[in-house]
């Protein structure tokens, strides 16, 4: 059973700019070249993501997890999606529960605060980060501050693309 | 003439805990491996710091930089140890100084709240980012928020140790 946190951000540390926008990630934008993602997103068995994120996908038009469950922690969304599931389950309970189901593997999708809630709870199991070449200045947090605690991580692997992003998986 | 900002930060983008500590290199130390520090330093001219940097460099009881003049960008520091320049010239403006009187290759030391600043400015024109693998939780942060800007960096190469410390070197 994992939980992956699979995520772009750029060298100063955003994943998104402060109204959850991911243009800089045209920055990497290559024919034929999708980082991984396809790979990775077919081990995937469910989602997890809160609110912000939520509704910052649905502003791509086409729902991009059609097929797998997507567990939004929320109570505040009307009329979620289909295949979207709102509950206001605690993360830790509910990731048990997914495990519970036979799901083994879950995306942690974006959410800087979501994010570092499941961090300081130990639920998350891997970083999977893609680190682009590009500064934003201010923006979304790959990591909010949580409470101080020197947590060592393990490098596994890592690559580097010829865009110049650097992708390190990360077991903690 | 080039300003490097050459900085160790933990995986969740702190070079230092909220003390200024920086207690969790210690993952890193490896007997005779100094992850480039020496052949580094041995291109620098003259050292950039801001009060807080110095101040935490002070605790550590010799001071590292001996030799090299360093520029001390704050008007607080009361008796500053000799080689330390105080001044509260804009840092642009200490920069062309700098260069002015002959010297090529300026570091940037630690200081979060300074990076930044330089950064929004374009005085800044590498960055060498040794990524510690390990999580603080809370501390200083690598970069600050700064206005929003979308600029785009080039990795110029890294280098992969055997602790797991990821070294990328940026041109700006």
Redesign the interface.
Same mark, same amino acid.
């Given at each position: 059973m994992r939980c992956t946190y699979f995520v772009a951000a750029s060298?100063? =540390?955003f994943i998104a700019? #402060?109204s959850g926008g991911v243009? %800089?990630l045209k920055?990497v934008d290559s024919e034929g070249e999708d980082y991984g993602y396809q790979e990775f997103y077919s081990t995937v068995d469910a989602l997890m993501m809160g609110a912000g994120t939520y509704r910052s996908l649905l502003k791509f038009g086409t729902w991009p997890y059609a097929g797998k469950p997507t567990y939004l922690l929320s109570n505040s969304v009307s009329d979620p999606l289909e295949g979207v599931i709102q509950t206001n389950e605690a993360p830790a309970r509910l990731l048990s529960q997914i495990y519970g189901s036979g799901k083994q593997h879950v995306w942690l999708v974006g959410g800087g605060k979501l994010a570092s809630t499941m @961090? #300081?709870q130990g639920l998350i199991t891997e $970083?999977v @980060?893609s680190?682009v +070449? /590009?500064? @934003?200045?201010? =923006?979304i947090?790959? %990591?909010s #501050?949580?409470?101080?605690? $020197?947590? +060592? /991580?393990? @490098?596994k692997n890592?690559r /580097?693309y010829d865009s =110049?992003l650097?992708q390190?998986h990360?077991h903690l």
């Open positions: 060298l100063d =540390g700019d #402060s243009e %800089f920055q @961090l #300081s $970083i @980060l680190l +070449p /590009v500064m @934003l200045g201010t =923006g947090r790959l %990591f #501050s949580r409470e101080a605690r $020197i947590t +060592p /991580v393990t @490098l890592h /580097v =110049g650097i390190m990360y």
